[in-house]
């Protein structure tokens, strides 16, 4: 069985940051004089969960995000850094006993990134069957290209 060693480097990059996010949430908790906050716990679990297993469970079946989604592993990164960072500061905050309205902020940016590349991604596969479409019914180059003009003129507006 062939493993994706590109994958696997990345997944196992996420792991590590999850290793050091925990290790950094116990020390802190260390220190927290027996006051503890979920969301400094399990900080960790966010970049294994959403880092590192989609990575390795992708090695594992032969194939690799970055030819199947691209541009999938930018918007991974962030989403995983806001949402752990976000956590994190709650966490630091709820320790501390005191509160934030901002800390919405954090969810409500990762899913509008979730949202931005679900609509990239959606249009890229439009495109990518409009090109199908055109090869196999032998369409005018010229016309194929007006059209890639108009999509990319919409993509900007």
């Given at each position: 069985?062939t493993?994706?060693t590109s994958?696997?480097k ?9 290793m050091v996010?925990a290790?950094a ?18 900080a960790f ?6 880092g590192a297993?989609p ?5 594992l079946k032969?194939?690799d995000l970055?030819?199947?989604?691209p ?12 949402l752990?960072a ?6 630091a ?8 309205r ?18 990239k ?14 090869q196999n019914t032998g ?8 059209r890639?003009?108009e999509e ?6």
């Amino acid at each position: 069985m062939t493993l994706y060693t590109s994958a696997i480097k990345t997944g196992m990059k996420y792991f590590a940051a999850s290793m050091v996010i925990a290790v950094a949430a116990a020390v802190y908790g260390l220190f927290s004089h027996g006051v503890y906050s979920y969301y400094m716990t399990y900080a960790f679990m966010i970049p294994l969960l959403a880092g590192a297993l989609p990575h390795l469970l992708t090695a594992l079946k032969e194939a690799d995000l970055k030819t199947k989604l691209p541009g999938f592993n930018d918007i991974q990164l962030a989403f995983v850094a806001t949402l752990t960072a976000g956590s994190l500061l709650k966490g630091a905050l709820d320790i501390y006993g005191t509160t934030n309205r901002l800390l919405i902020v954090y969810p409500i940016i990762a899913l509008l990134m979730l949202v931005f590349f679900a609509v990239k991604l959606a249009q890229r596969f439009k495109r990518q069957s409009r090109n199908d479409a055109d090869q196999n019914t032998g369409s005018d180059p010229a016309e194929h290209q007006d059209r890639e003009i108009e999509e990319y003129t919409e993509v900007l507006n």
